[in-house]
């Protein structure tokens, strides 16, 4: 039975175009239709590929199946229809242990779409390993990554390319159909350069954990905003990145920068304490934060990101690309729930989120099915 979804614009093929949405059979059955009042607008579900907790669930410490089913649930209400879970550096029992619940809960009718995992770490840098415990730190390590990778779906993995060994295990990921990003990195613009050219996606959480943009001595961040093919990721939360550098984002890496929240088990909890691995973390003013001070990802939403990102200046449809389709790149093709992610589109499959007029989360469609947190 077509249904439409009572929008006046939907986002297809990066632009916002005037009227409503109807769907079918799990499918987007057409767009431009009269469009009804309001300013509500369909876009496709939101995707988020960094993202390690939420509503008081650390993905690190991870219990059970059921801790992973109530994560979907819950990010699902806030608009995200697929989520890419992300473990930090720990033991590698405890990252074995977090990869098997994961792939267990994938399995699950719940929810979000449970992307392959985001293993950020732990062959990073610690120079700038940030939240990363240090003591769990690992150079890198093919047998390792290995086991990391045959513990559970692996999408994504981030690592510091300018360490010894770095580029042969970018090349044994992306050869397991495993996308790379650079982070938590201290490498200079050559460096960084070279884990482009042996198969890094791009740079997770630019400017956070990473050497910057010192105008004689380019780092990671200032090569991954000149690199025409990288994908840089940031956290718009209002924390993270001031907002005349989501502007410089947004220009010099125009159609290849993606939002992500980073969220943490803080994200639609009240303001408390919690854990990330076996880090304690306090949020106070919105900001998380571990013991000695220092931001240690954040309790944001997705299209909360969305909306600073709007707040700082970005237009609109180019904030939404970056939630969506941006994202969704980053997603190996392999490792991908269909073809049709992170994309709006007649005839593809009916993952979408519908936006108010203030860019919150009205309803959210999973194969044309809305779903509930």
């Known amino acids: 039975m077509s249904r439409r979804l009572g929008v006046s614009a939907a986002l297809v093929g990066g632009v916002l175009h005037p009227g409503d949405v109807a769907v079918a059979d799990g499918v987007v059955e057409a767009v431009g239709l009269p469009p009804a009042r309001g300013g509500a607008i369909a876009v496709a579900g939101l995707v988020d590929v960094q993202c390690n907790g939420y509503a008081g669930i650390d ?25 890419a879970p992300t473990v930090i550096t720990a033991t590698p029992d405890t990252l074995v242990t977090a990869l098997g619940h994961l792939d267990r809960g994938r399995n699950q009718e719940a ?3 449970l992307l392959g ?10 120079a700038r390993a940030g939240t990363h415990p240090p003591q769990h730190l690992h150079s890198p390590d093919p047998e390792l990554l290995t086991t990391l990778l045959d513990a559970g779906e692996v999408a994504i993995t981030t ?31 050559a460096q960084a350069h070279a884990g482009f050219d042996a198969g890094v996606s791009g740079a997770t959480h630019l400017f956070n954990a990473m050497s910057g943009f010192a105008h004689r001595a380019p780092g990671l961040a200032a090569a ?8 840089v990721t940031v956290i718009a939360d209002g924390h993270h990145l001031d907002p005349d550098v989501l502007r410089v984002v947004a220009v010099a890496a125009a159609g290849r920068w993606a939002l992500v929240t980073d969220a943490t088990a803080a994200a639609g909890m009240p303001e408390g304490t919690f854990v ?16 000695d001070g220092t931001l240690a990802g954040s309790a944001a939403t997705l299209a909360g990101c969305v909306r600073t990102a709007v707040a700082a200046g970005i237009d609109l449809s180019a904030a939404l690309v970056a939630a969506t389709a941006t994202p969704a790149r980053l997603v190996p093709p392999g490792r991908r729930p269909h073809p049709d992610l992170g994309v709006l589109r007649p005839g593809g499959v009916a993952d979408v989120t519908v936006l108010d007029d203030a860019l919150r989360v009205s309803s959210v469609l999973l194969a044309g099915k809305e779903v509930t947190g």
Do not use: K
Request: no cysteine; net charge negative.
């Open 117 to 126: 995992a985001h293993v950020e770490g732990p062959f990073l840098s610690p």
């Open 59 to 83: 993905l690190t410490s991870v219990a059970d199946v059921d801790e992973v089913t109530a994560l979907r649930h819950a990010v699902a209400a806030d608009g995200v229809t697929a989520v």
């Open 276 to 291: 990330l691995g076996d880090v304690a973390l306090t949020v106070a003013d919105g900001a998380v934060r571990n013991p």
């Open 159 to 189: 690592l510091a390319p300018e360490l010894d060994g770095a580029l042969d295990l970018v090349r044994q990921a992306t050869a397991a159909g495993v996308a790379v990003m650079a982070g938590h990195s201290d490498a200079t613009a």
């Open 111 to 113: 929810g979000a779409r």
């Open 224 to 231: 991954a905003l000149a690199h025409p093919g990288a994908v």
